[in-house]
């Protein structure tokens, strides 16, 4: 009932629950994964059960919490995690530290929201009702706790509630049922519930808010940020052609053009979403035998531990090094495991093969191995390279005629209109927009300079902090 991957089915019958999970590593320890679990159990059992369907989002940054609701579409969201008043609930950042997402953030998310569906929210954090009565004005049904709520009990009444809905009973309920069962933990007083008709007109619509920020400055678009990838799609649609085509195809362009966003946020969730690929990546850095074995080993035996996995890993890369093992022999092994998947091994910044390994012989023998394994059936390699390195490619005459066969897709910069869908998209996904004209006064700056994407990102992530009442202005740029 529970997925790794967005679902794109909209049965109008069918109510999706997203559960957001968040216990940053310096926050105290929660049992999310068995409030979790207990949920899952308690929806598999009831007689409504195909009226629901469970997902999950572990860890979650501020970002990862509206790219989910983006992702899911659902009708019920649902945090688990901490909360600390006024202050807000507790997400991670990028180095999985606590950061805090407040009242206002969270209602101007949800304002959102609630018009793509969103109908009930259940914050299942200490101290939430600040940021529930915030959301409420725009969500139907909103579920804080007032004080602090203990483990157990916060597990015993979700459990409850959504036994309760997927028994078929309405909201009211559901959190009735709900709070009764906390009265062995003392705690049924906790947990309140707020609906947007006791309070419409009170709070007023929080338009100065700042939505968090879809551009991504000078840092690469990843596999979760698909949902904000925009200006490539043309470029996107022929490189899913060529990868359902051809055993190997090459990105080949500029630095600063895009290359390794096109192929994580533009190629992997199209093929992901057809459910019949197995897709892994890596750089080759300064020892690409060792890069590559970790992939595969990591592949072929998920549930080994950390210590073993590394083990692993260096006695692959080894025996790979010395011919004793063939990387086609590991994928044939991997394609026994999943003989209803095709393989993609995708090898980003393959530049590093000539920069940073300086052994002539090793990266030839790298490149033979990788040359081999394309004539096995359901494989596929993707790399990109940067265009002032395809010289070090076409050198060696094996690659070269294998580039000859199999014709890679050369980059370039983005044109004005695929600019404008890249500056203009993003924002209006979260119902922001420019002021007349800025777009173009942007792209007049920004000119046809070779690199001028990441700067064209990183301005946008700087005007993006300047904006009023969701409007970018000239003023401010």
Not at 39 to 50: F, M, P, T
Not at 210 to 225: C, M, Q, V
Request: hydrophobic content about 40%; proline content about 5%; some cysteine.
């Amino acid at each position: 009932m529970d997925s790794t991957q967005p679902t794109h089915d909209h049965n109008p019958h069918v109510k999706t629950i997203l559960i957001l999970a968040a216990n940053p590593d310096s926050s105290s320890r929660l049992q999310l994964d068995k409030e979790v679990r207990e949920i899952d159990e308690g929806l598999r059992r009831a007689s409504k059960r195909e009226q629901f369907k469970l997902e999950q989002k572990w860890a979650v940054r501020q970002r990862d919490f509206y790219r989910a609701i983006l992702d899911y579409q659902p009708q019920i969201v649902h945090f688990s995690g901490h909360g600390t008043g006024h202050d807000g609930i507790v997400l991670g950042n990028e180095a999985d530290e606590p950061a805090f997402v407040n009242a206002d953030a969270l209602a101007s998310m949800f304002k959102l929201f609630a018009t793509k569906g969103v109908e009930c929210v259940v914050l299942n954090a200490c101290y939430s009702e600040v940021q529930a009565k915030a959301i409420s004005q725009y969500v139907n049904y909103v579920i804080g706790m007032n004080q602090t709520i203990g483990d157990k009990a916060a597990i015993t009444f979700s459990v409850a509630f959504y036994d309760a809905l997927a028994a078929g009973e309405q909201m009211e309920f559901a959190y009735e049922l709900a709070c009764s069962q906390l009265i062995s933990y003392l705690e049924q007083q906790t947990p309140v519930l707020l609906k947007k008709s006791q309070i419409n007109g009170i709070i007023q619509p929080l338009s100065d808010v700042i939505p968090p920020n879809p551009y991504f400055g000078l840092a690469a678009f990843t596999e979760a940020d698909a949902a904000f990838f925009f200006g490539r799609e043309i470029f996107v649609n022929g490189l899913v052609e060529a990868v359902n085509k051809q055993p190997l195809v090459g990105v080949i362009g500029p630095s600063g053009s895009g290359k390794s966003s096109i192929v994580y946020a533009g190629l992997f969730p199209q093929l992901r979403m057809t459910g019949n690929w197995l897709i892994e990546s890596f750089r080759p850095g300064d020892k690409p035998f060792y890069q590559i074995a970790s992939v595969l080993v990591r592949l072929l035996e998920p549930e080994i531990g950390e210590t073993a996995q590394l083990r692993e890993v260096v006695g692959l890369a080894a025996d790979m090094k010395l011919g004793k093992i063939t990387l086609e022999q590991v994928i044939s092994r991997l394609k026994e495991r999943h003989p209803d998947k095709r393989l993609l091994l995708f090898a980003d910044q393959f530049e590093e093969l000539y920069t940073l390994c300086q052994n002539k012989e090793v990266i030839e023998h790298f490149v033979d191995a990788l040359l081999a394994a394309i004539n096995l059936d359901n494989f596929t390699l993707v790399f990109t390279l940067r265009a002032d390195f395809y010289n070090f490619v076409l050198a060696y005459r094996p690659f070269r005629d294998a580039l000859q066969q199999f014709t890679p897709q050369l980059l370039s910069s983005m044109n004005r209109d695929e600019c404008t869908r890249a500056i203009e998209q993003p924002a209006h996904k979260i119902e922001v927009f420019l002021e007349a004209q800025l777009t173009q006064r942007i792209l007049d700056d920004v000119g046809n300079e070779p690199g001028n994407l990441p700067l064209l990102e990183f301005a946008l992530t700087r005007l993006w902090e300047k904006q009023q009442k969701r409007l970018l202005t000239h003023q401010a740029y």
